[in-house]
């Protein structure tokens, strides 16, 4: 059974202290019965030591910057080809309108949403880029970052893929937060019929040396584990360990997602078995024991649509973004809950749902080195003294 954990005291980097050895946790990712259940039960007792029943979300507009990528992922159908019609690089000022859609619907953050360095593989690209006056498409991102926080107010969180120490520097100036999901550090996800297979960006080494960048640079940063693309139970444990280590040596982690894949029909994947709710529970409860009481560990509601609410019961104090204005375009298909029926669901599981920002509370309470000045001022006008959201500044729909 689950071993009973202590709860040290809550700081920004005491998320990896309170958690299982890699052998425990490589028997309970493969927990069923009771064992599961003692399994949930221990991973939220440990979530409400740290946070209570408060479960936390962002109200975001996304931002599709473009949709052309390097990678060629077996799952994705986010990235076009550049035959496709539907193959598209957004400008300014379709960049401010969606933003301004969002500002008006309430919205406190904008999430940038694109393929990885298109212009590395893609003539298309380079030629979008040229048209705009860019020559890379970090570059063109830092631009519009600018532009969007300057003219709406709403505070980027980008999440371009790997990036180099310069890149991400770059960016800083104006991203409150920043993200890319690790996915699985297993290497054998890039070999042919795999996941992974020809897509540059998802080299293990490249995007723990990406994570390693916004420990060094202080950014808030966002990232996770994709479940059901072809990894061991055994994989996703280890990723999460390298996850929590992450954390541990910079304290830059902020947030911890645990996504399901989910099949489409244009995807190589298209036959591919989803992971099943229990599945999903077991992975959930498994990774707040290794990353402990203070990480905020989030699974996307729209992803499992009639049973999100269970995710509760595993441990995750988090819902992640959720848009009332834009679509999830990594998962087009699955609309985003309702507030109202989100805060209904919380609240059924006995916790209530509070708003926050794209920059975690810890991190505009505990840690304001991680934030530059002009957008930690800004925040603080949104937040309250736990550096939640303030309840008159958010919309209940």
């Not at 500002?103 to 030629?127: V, Y």
């Not at 890149?167 to 996941?195: I, K």
């Not at 992450?246 to 399901?260: H, K, W």
């Not at 104090?317 to 087009?332: E, F, L, R, Y």
Request: glycine share 6%; proline share 7%.
């Amino acid at each position: 059974m689950v071993k009973p954990l202590s709860y040290p005291t809550n700081s920004v980097k005491s998320a990896s202290t309170a958690r299982i050895s890699r052998t425990e946790a490589y028997r309970l990712i493969r927990a069923v019965g009771q064992e599961l259940l003692a399994l949930m039960q221990q991973a939220s007792a440990l979530r409400d030591a740290y946070h209570g029943r408060t479960v936390t979300y962002s109200r975001k507009v996304f931002i599709p910057l473009t949709n052309l990528c390097r990678d060629k992922c077996a799952y994705c159908t986010f990235a076009q080809a550049p035959n496709s019609p539907r193959a598209k690089t957004l400008t300014p000022e379709e960049v401010l309108q969606i933003a301004r859609q969002g500002a008006a619907a309430g919205c406190k953050e904008a999430l940038f949403s694109l393929g990885e360095k298109p212009e590395d593989l893609h003539p298309l690209a380079r030629r979008h880029l040229a048209a705009l006056g860019y020559s890379s498409t970090h570059e063109y991102l830092q631009a519009m970052c600018r532009l969007v926080f300057t003219e709406t107010g709403l505070i980027p969180h980008a999440n371009p893929g790997v990036m180099s120490r310069a890149e991400m520097a770059a960016l800083r100036p104006w991203n409150g937060s920043m993200g890319m999901m690790l996915e699985n550090v297993s290497p054998r996800l890039m070999e042919p019929s795999q996941a992974h297979f020809g897509c540059v960006g998802k080299a293990p080494r490249a995007r723990l040396e990406t994570l390693a960048h916004a420990g060094e640079l202080k950014v808030p940063f966002t990232t996770g584990i994709l479940i059901g693309i072809g990894e061991t139970p055994e994989e996703r444990v280890d990723s999460l360990f390298a996850i929590a280590d992450m954390r541990t040596r910079y304290g830059q982690i902020q947030e911890v997602i645990i996504q399901n894949f989910r099949r489409k029909s244009d995807i190589r994947f298209r036959d591919k078995d989803e992971p099943s709710v229990l599945d999903m529970l077991r992975t959930i409860a498994v990774a707040r024991l290794i990353l402990g009481g203070a990480m905020n560990l989030q699974a996307p509601p729209n992803l499992t649509p009639d049973a999100y609410g269970l995710y509760l019961l595993a441990g995750i104090n988090d819902w992640g973004g959720v848009s009332p204005v834009t679509a999830d375009h990594i998962n087009p298909e699955a609309a985003w809950p309702k507030i109202a029926e989100l805060r209904a669901v919380t609240a059924e599981a006995g916790f209530e749902l509070r708003e926050r920002l794209t920059i975690y509370p810890e991190y505009l309470t505990q840690r304001p080195d991680f934030v530059e000045p002009h957008l930690y001022a800004h925040a603080r006008q949104w937040v309250d003294e736990q550096g939640l959201v303030k309840r008159e500044w958010t919309f209940q729909n």
